[in-house]
């Protein structure tokens, strides 16, 4: 009864589990944290794997006076329960996770799920970090399936699955008191600072409470291997975000080549210096699988049914920067680059949907929410997204409808580039490193089909 769960995120995974292949659900979400009234503050994140077709059954009966008897999940039985991979003194929140979800698809680290959310020490509305954590298949432990909490690096609790009785609830304890969890990897610290070549684990190992100025958001994630895009989108004040327009929200990423072992600097991959402008739902989608007619001897670059896991879709909204007293923040337009290597070098970035000639415009019509996917070679886009539009029939009206971009070049065309070009310093391209090129890419992608996604 003082429990509640909420944005439970969800997936099956294959793993192989004392010699034999099996699939596991997979359940993370955020709970509040069950303490009496007198010191009910935030929320833990709690994450479950068990055999696809046999989830937790046990039950406690217990006696209501106007119902009867109910029978209850058994909050003592750690099936149930779940381990608590954040700081449970801290408010954890907003949980997300990418999975390498066959057994073929897991590479040589074993990083099998990473997650990430939301922690810091405010509640709803406070500044925050985000953070991670990696399971990891141990090679050595025929039990090992990098989904249990001994899997999790930085470690967990041996005592994760802990549940909070009636005495220790009347005893105002916390469950601070009875699980002490590693710091977990702490993306978002000071980010336009985090520019060396390779931060560790450890080096990551920072708490959210070092700069209480700065707050992120929108994290997202893809994984492919031991590849690992994570982002998030960042402000190094989100006081002067929040209340004046004197700071803005930029999209973040940081990857690792060896499982989250180590992770690159912080790039500022939408780098936009407006402050009256706010990043808002970026995107981090992998190419998929190969298709069937990927034939054995074919390349990504000479048959686009073909893998090319080095390729990466990204994408922002952004929305007008509005003091949040007065609220009323109205969406903008939408942005999408891509990378084909991994993000050594990116596509250059080109307006998804908007008005090219008038970018940003909190008079024009909005777009939002995009959702996107790639062909599996990344040479072709295919989005939807919803937009605002004017009704033909009366003006005073204003629809609201979803679009759809089928087949697009990953770079669109030369009037959607140019269009936010100025945008950024190079006037060209993102490029993660300032030394590679996109001239192979743009070569790769000639003569691909580009829609100019003005709205007429």
């Known amino acids: 009864g003082y429990e509640s769960a909420t944005r439970a995120n969800l997936a099956l995974g294959q793993v192989k589990e004392d010699g034999a292949v099996k699939y596991k659900t997979v359940v993370a979400y955020e709970e509040t944290n069950g303490s009496m009234d007198e010191i009910d503050f935030g929320k833990v994140i709690r994450l479950h794997a068990f055999d696809y077709d046999q989830p937790p059954q046990s039950v406690t009966t217990t006696h209501f006076n106007d119902i009867g008897d109910v029978d209850l999940p058994t909050f003592s039985d750690p099936e149930r329960i779940g381990c608590v991979i954040s700081d449970p003194a801290k408010n954890g929140r907003r949980v997300r996770f990418v999975t390498n979800t066959s057994n073929s698809s897991v590479a040589d680290t074993g990083a099998k799920i990473t997650l990430l959310w939301k922690e810091g020490a405010y509640d709803e509305g406070g500044p925050s970090d985000v953070v991670t954590r990696t399971g990891y298949i141990d090679s050595a432990d025929a039990a090992s399936t990098g989904l249990r909490p001994a899997d999790m690096e930085p470690a967990v609790d041996e005592n994760c699955t802990y549940s909070l009785s009636e005495e220790e609830r009347e005893n105002l304890d916390t469950l601070a008191d009875y699980i002490t969890n590693d710091i977990a990897a702490n993306l978002s610290h000071e980010s336009p600072a985090a520019t060396a070549d390779s931060y560790s684990v ?84 992998a190419s998929p699988a190969s298709e069937s007619t990927c034939n054995e001897g074919d390349t990504w ?34 942005y999408v680059t891509g990378t084909l290597n991994s993000g050594e070098s990116y596509l250059p970035v080109a307006l998804l949907a908007g008005n090219p000639t008038d970018l940003n415009n909190p008079d024009d019509d909005e777009e939002m929410e995009s ?84 709205r007429r």
């Open 202 to 285: 450890t080096d990551l190992q920072i708490d959210t409470e070092l700069n209480t100025l700065e707050d992120a958001r929108a994290h997202r994630g893809a994984i492919r291997g031991d590849t690992i895009f994570l982002g998030y989108t960042y402000t190094a004040d989100s006081a002067l975000a929040k209340y004046t327009d004197m700071a803005n929200y930029n999209f973040y990423i940081r990857r690792s080549f060896d499982g989250g072992r180590t992770w690159s600097d912080a790039f500022n991959i939408t780098r936009i210096d407006d402050t009256t402008v706010n990043v808002k739902e970026p995107r981090i989608v």
């Open 301 to 334: 670059e000479s048959n686009d049914a073909c893998q090319n896991p080095d390729a990466f879709i990204v994408a922002w909204g952004t929305e007008s920067n509005v003091y949040d007293q007065l609220g009323g923040a109205k969406d903008l337009d939408l």
């Open 371 to 454: 959702q996107l996917r790639t062909n599996p070679a990344g040479s072709a886009l295919y989005a939807v997204y919803n937009g605002t539009l004017v009704d033909p029939d009366d003006s005073a009206i204003t629809d609201t409808h979803a679009w759809f971009v089928a087949g697009a070049a990953m770079n669109l065309d030369d009037e959607a580039q140019q269009a936010v070009s100025a945008q950024y310093s190079d006037g060209a391209s993102v490029d993660s490193d300032n030394a590679g090129s996109t001239t192979p890419l743009m070569i790769a992608l000639a003569g691909l089909l580009g829609l100019v996604r003005r």
